[in-house]
C-alpha cells in the first residue's frame, strides 16, 4: 500500500533555530512530491514542488531534498519565525496512481518568539 | 488572478438535504480534483477530473456526485447529505504535462475550503 507519513507529528521551537522536517513514503516509483503549508482554518499553500528527476528544491528560507532510494524528504527551514507556525503537508504522486495526490497527516510547527 | 475560489465558505445542513459545492480557477487548469479533510484522516480525494466533460472516482466518492460542464468550474454534489459527510471540502486544480514551466508539472493549487456541517 502506498503511504505518506510524517514525523513529529507536532514540533515546537525557539525563534531563529534552523529546523528540518520529515517526510516518508512507501515505493520509490513517485511522480513527484509536494509540500505544502496550513494555516488554522486556511486552505493549502503550495511551498515546492520536486519532480522525481530532481534532488532538490530551493525558495527563500525553504530547501526540500528527495531521496527516492530511501523513501525520505525533508523540508529544511532556516532561522525559523514566528510566522512559520503552522502545518506542513507532504504529499506524493506515484506514477501508477493517475492523478492522486497521497498526503501525509502533517507536522504542526510552533515557534516561539 | 483570483487562484481557485470556493463558494459557499461555510455550510449547515440538516440530514437530508441536498447541496452543490461549486469550485472555479482561472488558472486555465486541464485537472481538478475535490479532497475533504478530516481530523487524524488528513486529505483524500474524493473525484477528479482532466477536462472538461470528465470525471473519475477517487478514493472516497460515495455519497457524492461531480460535473465539469465548463473547464474553469467543477461542482460537488451532495444528494441526501449525511453526518458522516461533515468535513472540510477542498478543491484544487493542476496543469497537465506540457504545461509551462515544466518543473510545475501537476503542482497542485488549493482553494480556501469549505466547511459543511451535517446535523
Known amino acids: 500500500k502506498q503511504e505518506v507519513t510524517q514525523i513529529p507529528a507536532a514540533l515546537s521551537v525557539p525563534e531563529g533555530e534552523n529546523l528540518v522536517l520529515n517526510c516518508s513514503f512507501t515505493?520509490?516509483?513517485?511522480?513527484?512530491l509536494q509540500w505544502f503549508r496550513q494555516d488554522p482554518g486556511k486552505g493549502l499553500t503550495s511551498l515546492l514542488l520536486?519532480?522525481?528527476?530532481?534532488r532538490e528544491q530551493t525558495s527563500g528560507r525553504l530547501n526540500a531534498s528527495l531521496d527516492k532510494s530511501s523513501g525520505r524528504s525533508t523540508l529544511y527551514i532556516a532561522a525559523s519565525q514566528p510566522g512559520d507556525s503552522a502545518t506542513y503537508l507532504c504529499?506524493?504522486?506515484?506514477?501508477?496512481?493517475?492523478?492522486?495526490?497521497?498526503f501525509g497527516s502533517g507536522t504542526r510547527l510552533l515557534v516561539r518568539p | 488572478n483570483a487562484g481557485v475560489t470556493q463558494t459557499p465558505k461555510f455550510r449547515v445542513l440538516k440530514t437530508g438535504q441536498s447541496m452543490t459545492l461549486l469550485c472555479a480557477q482561472d488558472?486555465?487548469?486541464?485537472?481538478m480534483y475535490w479532497y475533504r479533510q478530516d481530523p487524524g484522516m488528513g486529505l483524500r480525494l474524493i473525484h477528479y477530473?482532466?477536462?472538461?466533460?470528465?470525471?473519475a472516482k477517487g478514493e472516497v466518492p460515495d455519497g457524492y456526485n461531480v460535473s465539469r460542464l465548463k473547464k474553469q468550474n467543477f461542482l460537488l454534489g451532495l444528494e441526501s447529505a449525511a453526518p458522516s459527510q461533515t468535513s472540510v471540502y477542498f478543491c484544487?486544480?493542476?496543469?497537465?504535462?506540457?504545461?509551462?514551466?515544466?518543473?510545475?508539472?501537476?503542482?497542485?493549487?488549493f482553494g480556501p475550503g469549505t466547511r459543511l456541517t451535517v446535523l
Open positions: 484544487a486544480s493542476s496543469n497537465r504535462r506540457g504545461g509551462l514551466p515544466p518543473s510545475s508539472y501537476n503542482e497542485q493549487f
Open positions: 515505493d520509490s516509483a513517485i511522480y513527484n
Open positions: 520536486i519532480q522525481s528527476s530532481q
Open positions: 504529499a506524493v504522486k506515484w506514477r501508477d496512481s493517475s492523478y492522486k495526490l497521497i
Open positions: 488558472m486555465n487548469h486541464e485537472y
Open positions: 477530473s482532466v477536462g472538461e466533460g470528465t470525471t
